[in-house]
């Protein structure tokens, strides 16, 4: 992870107050003989080179855990904790196969229907495809050439 620094900026605060929240703040550090109407803040650039596979399961793990909190909490009390997260996993399970399963089904029914269609339009335009050299005793092909032979002729 690298840090990019961008020079700190100076930032005044509108007088009489230093601070629009609290103005004996501002007065406090005027006995102290410091002038708070000068801020410097510091902008830190964050650029990430490669992704942290580690830091995103972390996050996942996170989140899943705060979403098992939050799920056993729609429990009710009477049903103990650790039963009732136990629970939740499960329905959470349960509910991310179904979409996983769903979801992997219309891909592979779309990616079926699209091989079908191709090949049924290759099957049926077989015929409508580039001539090939087998057709050189054609007389519609031979009539082209002759007729091609005596426009080259007139313009010699």
Not at 6 to 30: D, E, N, Y
Not at 122 to 144: C, F, H
Request: charged share 25%.
């Amino acid at each position: 992870m690298a840090w990019i620094a961008v020079a700190p900026l100076q930032l005044r605060l509108p007088t009489p107050f230093c601070s629009p929240i609290s103005p004996k703040f501002c007065s406090r550090s005027r006995h102290r003989g410091i002038d708070r109407r000068v801020r410097r803040v510091g902008i830190r650039v964050v650029a990430e080179q490669n992704t942290d596979l580690v830091r995103v399961l972390g996050t996942v793990w996170k989140v899943s855990k705060d979403g098992l909190d939050a799920g056993s909490k729609l429990v009710p009390e009477s049903v103990p904790r650790p039963v009732a997260r136990t629970g939740v996993a499960i329905g959470g399970l349960v509910v991310i196969s179904f979409l996983l399963k769903s979801l992997l089904s219309t891909t592979l029914f779309i990616l079926g229907i699209v091989g079908l269609i191709y090949f049924v339009f290759i099957y049926l335009n077989k015929d409508e495809g580039p001539r090939r050299k087998t057709d050189a005793g054609d007389p519609s092909v031979d009539e082209t050439l002759e007729e091609a032979r005596k426009i080259m002729d007139k313009y010699k």
